[in-house]
């Protein structure tokens, strides 16, 4: 019997910078993301440095500009989304070990200052990547790839 697969929704909430709003484009669709969100004030195309990150993959990849945070998510909770964010907290458990739902929409936070509390409260799973190194956190299209990888 085949094994079910995962479908993925990446939601970039609050990402400042444009090269990494390409890069995740390109980590998105490489990996074969269904969906990329971007919410808040996170920068979209025609957005010249995010295309020029992107190398093209906003032409392949389904992706949607949603100022609106809680609009987005209560689509994707319709349409039987669990809510996952990707976050150092103390809630979260480890990439490796989480075996979670097969409607999945990833919640990035902010480069800075992560996913606010407020946001994480409304997830049903947090996930995290470990560190194993003296660094506390990796770039957000580095996790972001990371943790596509592992759910997909």
């Given at each position: 019997?085949?094994?079910?697969?995962?479908?993925?929704?990446?939601?970039?909430?609050?990402?400042?910078?444009?090269?990494?709003?390409?890069?995740?484009?390109?980590?998105?669709?490489?990996?074969?993301?269904?969906?990329?969100?971007?919410?808040?004030?996170?920068?979209?195309?025609?957005?010249?440095?995010?295309?020029?990150?992107?190398?093209?993959?906003?032409?392949?990849l389904k992706?949607?500009?949603?100022?609106?945070?809680?609009?987005?998510?209560?689509?994707l909770k319709?349409?039987?989304?669990?809510?996952?964010?990707?976050?150092?907290?103390?809630?979260?458990?480890?990439?490796?070990?989480?075996?979670?739902?097969?409607?999945?929409?990833?919640?990035?936070?902010?480069?800075?200052?992560?996913?606010?509390?407020?946001?994480?409260?409304?997830?049903?799973?947090?996930?995290?990547?470990?560190?194993?190194?003296?660094?506390?956190?990796?770039?957000?299209?580095?996790?972001?790839?990371?943790?596509?990888?592992?759910?997909?």
């Amino acid at each position: 019997m085949p094994i079910a697969k995962t479908i993925l929704h990446v939601i970039a909430h609050d990402i400042r910078s444009c090269e990494n709003v390409g890069a995740l484009f390109r980590t998105c669709e490489f990996l074969g993301v269904e969906k990329l969100w971007l919410t808040g004030y996170t920068p979209a195309p025609p957005d010249s440095k995010v295309l020029k990150t992107a190398l093209g993959a906003e032409q392949s990849l389904k992706w949607e500009k949603q100022t609106d945070l809680n609009k987005a998510l209560e689509r994707l909770k319709s349409k039987g989304f669990d809510l996952v964010g990707l976050e150092l907290d103390k809630r979260a458990k480890e990439l490796s070990q989480y075996r979670g739902a097969k409607k999945i929409a990833l919640l990035l936070g902010n480069e800075v200052t992560g996913i606010p509390s407020s946001l994480l409260d409304q997830c049903d799973d947090i996930v995290m990547i470990k560190p194993r190194g003296k660094k506390e956190s990796l770039n957000v299209t580095i996790a972001t790839a990371i943790a596509c990888w592992a759910l997909l």
